[in-house]
């Protein structure tokens, strides 16, 4: 199982960026996706997730109404749409994927990692 996560970059704040974490390896239409995030000196913390359908999504407080997660099962591929970016949102980012195909905010939920991709907003 390999999950690739790119995307990330370097974005004044108020912009947008688009993450992107293509899979491989696994039977994507039944895992549930996560992204997860580590600023430095800080613990990984949840940021969203989308069950296996695509339909029911979770969002960490602090990104809701700002992050849009999204699942192309055609294309084996989790979105993170992060808008109206902070420089509260800096961090490396991580997508999961979780065999129980459910939208988890628990990091123990997920069975397979990403690399990461940084993403780094200036104020």
């Known amino acids: 199982v390999q999950l690739q996560a790119f995307g990330g970059g370097l974005v004044q704040a108020g912009g947008s960026l688009r993450l992107s974490c293509a899979a491989s390896g696994l039977i994507f239409t039944r895992y549930g996706m996560g992204w997860f995030r580590q600023a430095p000196g800080k613990a990984r913390e949840f940021v969203a997730a989308i069950g296996y359908t695509g339909t029911r999504t979770y969002y960490a407080d602090s990104v809701k109404g700002r992050f849009t997660i999204s699942k192309n099962n055609a294309k084996n591929t989790v979105y993170l749409q992060m808008d109206s970016l902070r420089p509260e949102d800096t961090a490396v980012y991580y997508c999961?994927?979780?065999?129980?195909?459910?939208?988890?905010?628990?990091?123990?939920?997920?069975?397979?990692w990403g690399q990461g991709t940084e993403v780094t907003v200036s104020s």
């Open positions: 999961a994927a979780d065999n129980w195909g459910g939208a988890e905010a628990d990091s123990y939920e997920y069975d397979y």
